[in-house]
Structure formats: structure tokens, C-alpha cells
């Protein structure tokens, strides 16, 4: 795994941002797997402003979001499709037709209602030809998408219940007195795997102990994130407070500079 520790959150976007813009200028159809927490707000911030201020073109670009909750009424302002019109999608050229999300809408029907959804999200992932880079984020308790602890590392999307301490966590999106949605469809950790490059965002020091346990700490199923460790192709950016517990950023640091002269393709 690639770490790259930045100075503040501000760094940690444009760098991101970076490597997403490099990604789509190699290849325009990128194949793009993002995710919709806060810290891939200032990220998507950048984009906007490189879509507008430098001609970014959106419009072979695909995508396909790691989540969705589940109970959330089509249009609901705190689903993660409209968090992404928000940030993103309203604000730069992507086809509504290349832009993919669970759909978490069936609210109160029979759970094979989910699998179908589930079965077709990872079809539509295939038939696209899979994923070239996804992003992905990490929750204070190590998921990524909505992968809580005990999770199969070999899991596919699915609906997922949230950990209550992921429920609170989400509590801050929505209005006072409404409860965050408990469940979610999320893709798998065998399905995020399956990513050709992986690039994984944190930042904060809520971050800081997850951080540490996916990067350094043993593959395990109560961490979800150290499946990461597993992907031949893993660049962790993370500010500096998210990484004040990893045990080697002297190492991270040296071995970033000479990755830069030795192998500069690599670095997106
Ligand atoms: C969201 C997602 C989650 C978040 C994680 C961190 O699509 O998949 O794994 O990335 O919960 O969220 P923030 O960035 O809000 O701390």
C-alpha cells in the first residue's frame, strides 16, 4: 500500500482531486467508484472547479457509488444520490445514464426484492467492465461503503445494518428528531476488491485508530479497511491527524520520494 500523508484536509483534497483528473485524462470512459461521506466533500469541491475552470470532461466518465441507504423515499435531500447531485453531479457534464447507485427505495418489501437490486448492481459493475478506481472512505469503526465489522471479506453488495456507532455518526446529515436509516445496500468487500486501483481517504483524528489498524494492523474481518491490504494496487491519502497513529510515516514519506523517481507512471 501506498501511503501518502498530507498537510491538512485542503492538501488531502486537491491531491485527491489530482489523481482523479490524471485517471479520466489517461482514460475519458473511466470506470469511477465513489463514495459519499464528508471527506469527499472538498474532493468534489475540486472536481467542480477543475470541471469549470479547466474544461475537466465528465461525459464518458461512469460511475457507480459504493452505497445507499435503505428506507429513504426517491428524492429524500440526506440520500446519497441527491449528497451527490449536490456535490457533483449537478455541476459537471456526466450523463444522468452513466451515473449508478443502489437503489435503496423498497422500503418494507420482501428482502429478495434487495437481492435482485443487489444481483443487477453487480451486473451493471460487470457489464461496464468493473471498476478502474474506486474510492473509498473509512468509518471510525474500519467499514468501507457500509462494511461493518464482522463483515466477509469476501462479501458482495447486499443490505447491510449499520453499527449504532455509524448511525450516530450519520446522525449530523439529518434534521433534528428524524433517525438516521439503520440499514443500507452497500457493496461488498469482495465487490470493492475487485477495483483495478483503489484509493482510500481519511482525514481528522476520529480517523486516526482505523487508519493505523487498516494500514498496519493484522487482515482481519473486525477491520474491515485491512482487506485493502489484500489489493495489489491500494494509495491510502491521509492528513496528518488521520495518520498520527500509523507507526511508519518516516518509512511512508521515504518510500513515496522514491516511488516518485523511480517509478512516476505509478503515482497516477
Ligand atoms: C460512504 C461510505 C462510508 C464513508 C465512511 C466515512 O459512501 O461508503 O464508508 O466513507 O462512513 O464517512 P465520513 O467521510 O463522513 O467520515
Not at 114 to 135: N, P, S
Not at 159 to 177: A, C, S, V, W
Not at 231 to 244: I, M, P
Request: hydrophobic share 40%; proline share 5%; glycine share 8%.
Amino acid at each position: 500500500m501506498l501511503v501518502i500523508i498530507t498537510d491538512d484536509y485542503a492538501e488531502l483534497s486537491r491531491e485527491a482531486a489530482r489523481i482523479i483528473a490524471n485517471a479520466m485524462r489517461k482514460k475519458p470512459d473511466l470506470r469511477l467508484g465513489l463514495a459519499t461521506g464528508d471527506t469527499q466533500q472538498g474532493m468534489y469541491g475540486e472536481l467542480v472547479r477543475m470541471h469549470r475552470e479547466a474544461g475537466l470532461d465528465f461525459s464518458r466518465v461512469v460511475t457507480f457509488n459504493l452505497d445507499e441507504y435503505i428506507g429513504l423515499p426517491a428524492g429524500h435531500p440526506q440520500s446519497f444520490r441527491s449528497a451527490m447531485r449536490k456535490s457533483l453531479f449537478d455541476h459537471v457534464s456526466i450523463p444522468v445514464s452513466h451515473i449508478h447507485i443502489p437503489d435503496g427505495t423498497l422500503h418494507g418489501t420482501p428482502r429478495n426484492n434487495f437481492d435482485e437490486v443487489c444481483e443487477q448492481y453487480e451486473a451493471e459493475i460487470r457489464r461496464a467492465g468493473g471498476i478502474d478506481l474506486q474510492i473509498v472512505g473509512i468509518g471510525k469503526d474500519g467499514h468501507i461503503g457500509f462494511n461493518e465489522p464482522t463483515s466477509s471479506l469476501a462479501s458482495r453488495t447486499r443490505p447491510k445494518t449499520l453499527m449504532q456507532q455509524t448511525i450516530e455518526d450519520n446522525r449530523h446529515n439529518f434534521p433534528p428528531g428524524e433517525e438516521p436509516p439503520a440499514v443500507a445496500i452497500t457493496m461488498g468487500i469482495g465487490t470493492i476488491l475487485e477495483a483495478r486501483r483503489i484509493l482510500l481517504l481519511a482525514s481528522g483524528t476520529a480517523k486516526a485508530k482505523a487508519v493505523a489498524l487498516a494500514v498496519e494492523g493484522p487482515l482481519t474481518a473486525s477491520v474491515s479497511a485491512s482487506a485493502l491490504q489484500m489489493h495489489r494496487d491500494v494509495t491510502a491519502l491521509v492528513d496528518r491527524e488521520a495518520a498520527a497513529n500509523l507507526q511508519h510515516k518516516d518509512y511512508y514519506r521515504k518510500a513515496l520520494e522514491m516511488a516518485r523517481k523511480l517509478t512516476p507512471g505509478r503515482l497516477w
